[in-house]
């Protein structure tokens, strides 16, 4: 089945809910049109001259990556500036431009659960809290032979999703009953007679921003003139979004419980093919509880410490962050911005093919291997 820019999207705002973008950030959909046909997509960390080149070479029709092309507002579309510049040849080529940055940073199953799973770690807990949705219930009453139709529609529309598992629902059979009046338009029934249908109760969550989205779905397509439903606002649970996280570290053979800050080093520096790492602490100090921020995550010392973490892993750590952190007590591990988000492109490529599959889209997803790292290091 041929497939959109437009349907694509669907599936990685499924994901990676614009909403959770921070307020300075730039995400979405930045260039091509939403009704072209895509076949081939091309993931990437970033927009560069080599990967618009490689997209034209592989004959991709939309590249996806994690940071964004236009971040400030441009004036112009010349090619006096290198941004311009790749948006010229991006129009040209018409090859669209997707970007999941933040939202992509908060969200499970984004960047912070990559980072985690290259470094052999499980999420713990969140940290670095950066939005708290409240959630409300939604229950509806259904006919059982109309029940996958309306929680398709719900789904569809933002309902169902807890941590990193969507379209999560609840039924239960019961027996609806109603007598349509005069004026009525029964969808089962006739006008004076009192009707005993097979009904299912369906239960879904639904973030606070999705419910305008949701009824209006769920009104759409149940078969009733009248459709029974409640609402309810929760107290708990909330969905907490962060762009750090706590994690467990396993009991190996290989260590883990009982390394030192040097051995972590090492250890990232392997786990993330990294060139080198900075180590901000002693270097055999214990380390009893780990943090994770991929990409620009200095800044965060002060949650990890309060969160009774002794080590932060993460990059572009800052002069003044890393005297901030010691001053804590906590160890810091600088593996370069690049290195910590990179698993993520891998992580979203096998999403999204896994996705397009299930769908039964026929675009193929392929992974750039231009090399885009700015930074090398002199032995």
């Not at 705002?13 to 973008?21: G, I, K, N, S, V």
């Not at 169902?160 to 609806?176: V, W």
């Amino acid at each position: 089945m041929l497939v959109n820019s437009k349907k694509i999207i669907k599936l990685l705002e499924d994901r990676f809910p614009t909403r959770l973008a921070a307020s300075w950030d730039n995400v979405g959909f930045q260039v091509g049109n939403l009704n072209s046909t895509v076949n081939k997509i091309l993931v990437a960390l970033e927009i560069t001259p080599e990967v618009i080149q490689e997209a034209v070479d592989v004959n991709a029709d939309l590249i996806v990556c994690h940071h964004p092309l236009i971040f400030e507002p441009l004036k112009s579309l010349t090619e006096s500036s290198p941004v311009e510049a790749m948006l010229r040849k991006l129009t040209a080529s018409r090859i669209g431009v997707y970007v999941a940055h933040t939202n992509a940073d908060a969200a499970p199953g984004g960047t912070v659960d990559a980072l985690l799973e290259a470094l052999g770690l499980e999420r713990s807990e969140i940290m670095g809290e950066v939005f708290k949705e409240p959630f409300f219930k939604l229950a509806v009453y259904v006919p059982e032979h109309d029940t996958e139709a309306v929680a398709k529609a719900m789904f569809e529309s933002g309902a169902g999703h807890l941590g990193a598992y969507a379209e999560c629902s609840f039924s239960a059979q019961g027996t609806g009953t109603f007598l349509p009046l005069e004026g009525a338009k029964p969808a089962i029934g006739a006008v004076n007679v009192r009707e005993q249908v097979a009904e299912r109760k369906l239960e879904v969550l639904v973030p606070q921003q999705a419910v305008r989205a949701v009824v209006k779905a769920m009104l759409e397509t149940h078969p009733y003139e009248v459709p029974a439903y409640d609402l309810w606002p929760l107290k708990a649970p909330e969905q907490v979004y962060g762009f750090g996280a706590v994690a467990s570290i396993p009991h190996t053979e290989a260590g883990g419980q009982n390394w030192v800050l040097m051995d972590w080093a090492r250890h990232v520096r392997n786990a993330l093919k990294a060139p080198g790492t900075r180590m901000i602490g002693s270097p055999e100090a214990l380390i009893h509880r780990v943090a994770v921020v991929p990409g620009a995550g200095g800044s965060f010392y002060r949650e990890a410490a309060q969160a009774g973490c002794d080590l932060l892993i993460t990059g572009d750590v800052k002069y003044h962050d890393a005297q901030g952190a010691l001053a804590l007590g906590l160890h810091l591990i600088d593996a370069g911005h690049f290195e910590t988000e990179l698993p993520f492109v891998s992580r979203l490529a096998a999403q999204l093919s896994e996705e397009l599959e299930q769908k039964g889209y026929e675009a193929r997803v392929v992974i750039s291997k231009a090399s885009i790292n700015p930074f090398s290091i002199d032995f």
